[in-house]
């Protein structure tokens, strides 16, 4: 959790965390209690974000959503900003709208998941597509 409190990536902070637990496998010194193991961990993971954060390479990458400005798609330009339409529904709509139709979810499964109503997703489901719509026919207009 320290890593992804600096680097503000996941994937950025599996990689640390790979890291130092590679760290403490190699380690030869000896530790007091469970409470210095970990003390070490988060310390040693606040350091590697800061090397990370710190290195040329990491300062001069872009994430991986720039490069959708550079990258060629077939499918149709409205497939392809779908990602960034989600992103600027809300939080719940967003992560249900998600769950139904990239994760392949049945409302029933995304309420157990969720702990919400069945009713509860649909609404979300609803309200999403409706916010959806809005959005991929504002721009429409726009681009006319």
Known sequence: ????????????????MQDVFFKLYKYDGHFESDEHVK??????????????????WYRLSLPLEA???????????SETKMPE????LGKNN???????YYEEYSAEEIAEILGISVNAV?????????????LLTDGKERCV
């Open 1 to 16: 959790m320290a890593a992804l409190c600096y680097v503000k990536s996941c994937a950025d902070a599996d990689d640390i």
């Open 94 to 100: 967003r992560v249900v709208l998600y769950m139904y």
């Open 67 to 77: 490069a959708e400005e550079i990258v060629h798609y077939d499918a149709p330009p």
């Open 122 to 134: 649909h609404s979300r489901l609803r309200r999403g597509r409706q916010k959806l719509k809005k």
């Open 85 to 88: 339409l989600l992103r600027k």
């Open 39 to 56: 003390a070490w961990l988060i310390k040693c993971a606040v350091n590697q974000s800061k090397n990370l954060l710190g290195s040329r």
